[in-house]
């Protein structure tokens, strides 16, 4: 056996020509085959740099009548690179494949129909069927396993034969095989099956979830994943069954693997949807809680996506860190995505208990990076470190929201962002400013005493939202400013260099100005300025046509126009910030997975995604039953297809010559829909078996959807997910596949 990194010396680019005259040199005088071995790692080591070998293809497949193993490795490994590239040519490896297939070693039977299945040419696929079908039932666990994921190959090559073939049926079957990796293999298999839009729709019921369970100790890490994963697909009838499900797959939570940690909490979130006995609920979330705090302390890469992950979780159950909240608080060496994912999530754990805790450690966050800009940067480049200064503006940000959230905390965040304001610091005052501004609205008549110190920071306010947040209070406040006319005379030297978004907040300002303070003369030509540009001088449409309803009003009946813009508004509350609850159902059922991290349903990014909400049934708790979502049924295309006009005359239909070659003859005819078995239910129900089906119609490209999907972390809090964007998936009211 070579040493290792003795294969290294390979690793240097040949040409074909040389590798060929190695290859047909080895013919003669080669008894150990070390020659013919030398030369295929060479072509190997070629193929995994990204060379070219496939003119060598006719010399390399010479080489599969070696009995060697290695060697017979070697070769399928060089055809699953190049044998679909090479169908006028796959034709000559096809009796090599069938004797393979049936050859004594169970290594090799594997070997061959698992490289079958990589090549979905048609030569190849008619060649696999007969082969995968024995391999199914073959003595050996390793053939069966590999034959097993065969299967889902197959169906992705060609669906509509795999299930006329019967191979879900008998996968199916595999399920309930004696080796643990066998059922693995072919839960993994029917589950890819079941996860796309035209792929059959199947469920498990309570004595097969049984048997799963009982193979889930011996399975590998992979396995358990699979299996457990496997469970979303049984919908429980009665509270008993989803808890005593519960109770055999929570000691998996003590899994060393982080991959599995996270399948066993989605499927314990999913099972919990359906159960009634509070205490166990409880239990289950306090058990859940450890093992997520345990996923902190692995390598940055984990910890943000058991972050993401996190935030769906207390969303949902709020129990399950509500006293954990410490163990987000950020390090120093922690990454800038970490970092802005453990904000949000200390602000979703914040309550009127650990309000103090959360406001002392944000505060720590803005005053610590505040101060090592400043006596690293001159103040012109104090926004050199552009990450460190997004992440303390979602600090103050975050201090803000605080406020609002838990008004037994609001007097302590009012006085630390006052604390930031007097740093000077440009970015932190503007961000403060626009948190205070809401802080306005949630506690009206209760914090205005803190204008004054706002109006002294107004040189530092250059951005939009900031300004407008500043606009705003002045307007609205502008009966308790004495010189509020001057300082929105000031903000309005720029008015016609200004975004949009400040023009409309410092129009609206100058009319309150003037219904607060009408009697003055300098209000009147200020806000008769404002009009004028407003109407003349711009060109936003919603600008202009403000300013000409603002104008009217006031000309008819100034009274009237008081009533209407200094009316009375609605308190600012903490209610946008949760997600939508049937959406969050929805995203929970994706936990451990890429949706989970861009909080998005997989089928709006990942083309032929299936969607998965929540089932109803009798076991299903009330509030998730009023919040459940229901997958609509995809598109198919009618039937039949009626053409205008007479169309072209059919020709003679001639006889078939008993002799004529049998691949010429015509397939023989389909059974109909009554002798197909009742346990498959295919999406493409009604369409002609023919494997020419055009298929349902091209939906919108799916990727157009990806606006900030890796970037979703820089938001404020995630958004909620709307059912009418995601693509049509399978109708949750079909006829499964019941096991």
């Avoid at 299930?163 to 029917?190: H, I, K, P, S, W």
């Avoid at 003369?521 to 309803?549: C, I, Q, Y």
Wanted: hydrophobic residues 40%; proline residues 6%.
């Amino acid at each position: 056996m070579a040493q290792p990194g003795q294969d290294a010396k390979f690793f240097q680019r040949g040409k074909t020509e040389e590798l060929r005259a190695e290859l047909q040199a080895a013919e003669s005088k080669d008894k150990k085959f070390l020659k013919r071995k030398t030369a295929l790692k060479k072509i190997v080591a070629n193929i995994t740099m990204g060379n070219d070998m496939s003119p060598l293809f006719t010399d390399v497949v010479q080489c599969l009548g070696t009995p060697l193993l290695e060697i017979k490795k070697m070769v399928y490994l060089f055809l699953v690179s190049y044998g679909r590239s090479k169908p006028d040519q796959i034709h000559i490896v096809i009796p090599n494949f069938l004797a393979d297939c049936s050859d004594r070693n169970p290594l090799i039977r594997a070997l061959a129909i698992r490289t079958m299945s990589y090549i979905p040419i048609p030569v190849v696929t008619d060649s696999l069927i007969e082969p995968l079908r024995h391999c199914l039932k073959d003595r050996d666990p390793y053939v069966r396993k590999t034959a097993a994921i065969c299967v889902a190959k197959l169906y992705t090559a060609d669906p509509r034969r795999a299930e006329r073939g019967g191979f879900v049926e008998m996968l199916r079957d595999l399920m309930l095989d004696g080796n643990a990796t066998v059922v693995a293999n072919a839960v993994a298999a029917l589950s890819e099956i079941g996860d796309r839009q035209d792929g059959v729709i199947f469920k498990l019921n309570l004595a097969t979830a049984n048997k799963l369970l009982a193979a889930l100790g011996e399975s590998s890490e992979w396995g358990q994943i699979y299996i457990l994963d496997t469970l979303l697909r049984y919908v429980p009838e009665r509270h008993a069954d989803a808890e005593l499900m519960v109770e055999r797959i929570i000691v998996q939570l003590q899994h060393a693997n982080s991959a599995v940690v996270l399948t066993t909490i989605k499927a314990l979130l999913y099972l919990m949807n359906y159960m009634e006995n509070r205490k166990l609920i409880d239990y289950c979330c306090k058990k859940m809680g450890p093992p997520l705090v345990t996923l902190l302390s692995s390598g940055p890469e984990v910890q943000y996506v058991a972050l993401r992950n996190i935030l769906l979780i207390i969303q949902r159950r709020p129990a399950v860190l509500k006293n954990d909240v410490k163990v987000f608080f950020c390090k120093y060496n922690d990454p800038i995505y970490v970092k802005l994912a453990k904000l949000e999530i200390m602000y979703r754990l914040a309550r009127a208990e650990n309000v103090n805790e959360v406001l002392a450690e944000l505060q720590e966050c803005v005053s610590v990076l505040t101060l090592v800009l400043i006596m690293l940067y001159e103040p012109e480049d104090r926004y050199a470190s552009e990450v460190d200064v997004d992440f303390v503006r979602k600090a103050v940000r975050s201090i803000g929201r605080l406020a609002i959230k838990v008004e037994a905390g609001a007097d302590n965040c009012i006085q630390a962002l006052l604390g930031l304001i007097d740093t000077k610091v440009s970015y932190v005052v503007q961000e403060a400013v626009i948190v205070i501004k809401d802080i306005f609205r949630r506690y009206p008549g209760k914090y205005e005493g803190i204008i004054p110190k706002l109006c002294e920071n107004l040189d530092l306010l250059d951005e939009p939202e900031a300004k407008a947040a500043m606009v705003w209070i002045l307007g609205q406040f502008s009966d308790r400013i004495d010189n509020a006319d001057e300082l929105l005379d000031d903000l309005l030297y720029t008015f016609l260099d200004e975004s949009v978004e400040v023009q409309l907040a410092l129009l609206t300002a100058a009319v309150k100005l003037f219904i607060y303070k009408s009697s003055l003369d300098s209000t009147k030509m200020l806000v008769h300025k404002v009009l004028k540009w407003a109407t003349e001088n711009v060109d936003n449409p919603d600008l202009r046509d403000r300013g000409f309803m603002y104008w009217r009003m006031l000309a008819v009946n100034p009274n009237i126009a008081g009533s209407i813009v200094l009316a009375e508004k609605p308190a600012i509350t903490t209610d946008s910030d949760r997600m939508d609850r049937g959406a969050l159902d929805q995203l929970l059922l994706h936990t451990g997975t890429l949706g989970s991290i861009y909080h998005k349903n997989p089928e709006t990014f990942i083309r032929n995604a299936a969607g998965k909400a929540l089932i109803d049934s009798p076991a299903l708790n009330p509030h998730s039953r009023a919040a459940l979502v229901t997958l609509p049924r995809p598109q198919l295309p009618p039937a039949t297809i009626n053409v205008p006009g007479t169309g072209p005359t059919e020709p003679q239909t001639k006889a078939i010559d008993d002799n004529m070659n049998p691949a010429m003859k015509p397939a023989p005819p389909i059974p109909s829909s009554s002798t197909v078995p009742t346990t498959i239910h295919s999406e493409h129900e009604g369409d002609d078996d023919d494997d020419d089906d055009d298929g349902p119609p091209a939906a919108a490209d799916p990727y157009s959807n990806l606006d900030g999907a890796f970037g979703n972390y820089l938001q404020d809090e995630p958004r909620p997910i709307g059912t009418g964007n995601q693509q049509t998936t399978r109708h949750a009211d079909l006829d499964d596949l019941l096991f």
